[in-house]
């Protein structure tokens, strides 16, 4: 009987390890126009505070998408950051301000930017990706979450 268990119990465990997926294998995708990006999430108070500072770059195609708690006109700092950035402010799904080619500290000057009006999700790419691409004010964003298999997550 205890063999038994045993068995139930690796067979449960290994079951258990093959149908994980590790948030890893998710794709999340932020559509602009004809122009997509692979996006990580951040979503928790400290995700947000992290954001990109620390990294070395962010990728063509490539960004960070920072999912707010609540509407209104949030304060992003460059605090960490090695590269400058394109911020993109969203407002459900409408772009409604811009901050292009924002700067990397300098010394102890530390760039601070905020949106014209209130927004409850923030995209940032590399620097000059935002006029290259012809993204701008009033444009529409769409949002796609999906598992390796295709399948819709939402």
């Known amino acids: ?9 690796l067979i449960g465990g ?9 948030q890893s294998d998710v794709v999340n995708r932020i559509t602009i126009g004809e122009n997509s990006f692979i996006v990580e999430i951040a979503d928790s108070e400290a995700e947000r505070a992290q954001g990109l500072s620390g990294r070395t770059e962010l990728g063509q ?13 949030h304060v992003f700092w460059m605090k960490d950051m090695r590269f400058p950035l394109d911020i993109i402010w969203i407002d459900g799904d409408t772009i409604v ?6 700067p990397v500290p300098v010394n102890d000057d530390i760039a601070r930017v905020q949106p014209s009006t209130a927004v409850n999700v923030v ?4 620097a000059g990706e935002a006029k290259r691409l012809g993204i701008s004010v009033g444009k529409k964003v769409t949002y796609t979450k999906k598992s390796p298999t295709g399948d819709s997550l939402f």
Not at 14 to 22: A, E, I, K, N, T
Not at 61 to 73: A, E, Q, V, Y
Not at 97 to 102: A, F, H, L, T, Y
């Open 14 to 22: 290994l079951v258990g390890l093959f149908g994980y997926r590790p």
């Open 61 to 73: 195609d490539k960004g960070m998408l920072f999912i707010m708690s609540s509407r209104d006109r």
């Open 1 to 9: 009987m205890k063999y038994l268990a045993v068995i139930i119990l």
């Open 97 to 102: 301000d811009i901050d292009e080619n924002v």
């Open 123 to 126: 995209l940032e790419i590399e």
